[in-house]
């Protein structure tokens, strides 16, 4: 029975003295790496929407904090303006059941914004809303822009004033 003990007792006491060592990292002062990071802080994204103010076409730039498709930034046509833009006076003419959009781009510089309602159930200020949006997206410009839904196409456009 003592040998038992005795067996144990130098079994905890092992244990111990390898709890006791270790993995083998010896302490160190601290290491200096340089200096902190410094610098400019990258741009942050924006997003031209072209929105409506007494009857007529405004360009309003918000604040994306990712890039963003161009159906992500067609759709948000279809949404209600911000509280802030509602108070400016800012509305928009595309109606909710627009959405969701598919975009084809063609080069050079021709888009195909596939809206999910008839096209010549727009208005005229919707469809300048839609075009205009995308020819800002487009690198190339003047993009012309072609409006289709429902088997209805409204004919290739610019946004009037981007050339």
Known sequence: ??????????A??????VAAAGCGVQPSDAIRAGE???GPVAPTMTVTLYLVKNGRLSAV??????????TDTLALLAAEPTAREQAHGLTTDVPPEAAPFSVTVRPPGHVVVNLSTPADELSTLAVKQIV???????????????????GQTVAP?????RR
Do not use: I, K, N, Y
């Open 157 to 161: 456009r610019d946004c009037p004033g």
């Open 1 to 10: 029975m003592r040998t038992g003990l005795a067996r144990r007792m130098l």
């Open 132 to 150: 205009c949006t995308a020819a800002a997206m487009v690198p190339e410009s003047p993009a012309q822009v072609t409006v289709v839904g429902a």
């Open 61 to 70: 730039t918000r604040p994306g904090g990712r890039p963003m498709f161009l």
């Open 12 to 17: 905890a006491a092992l244990v111990s003295l």
């Open 36 to 38: 902190p990071p410094s």
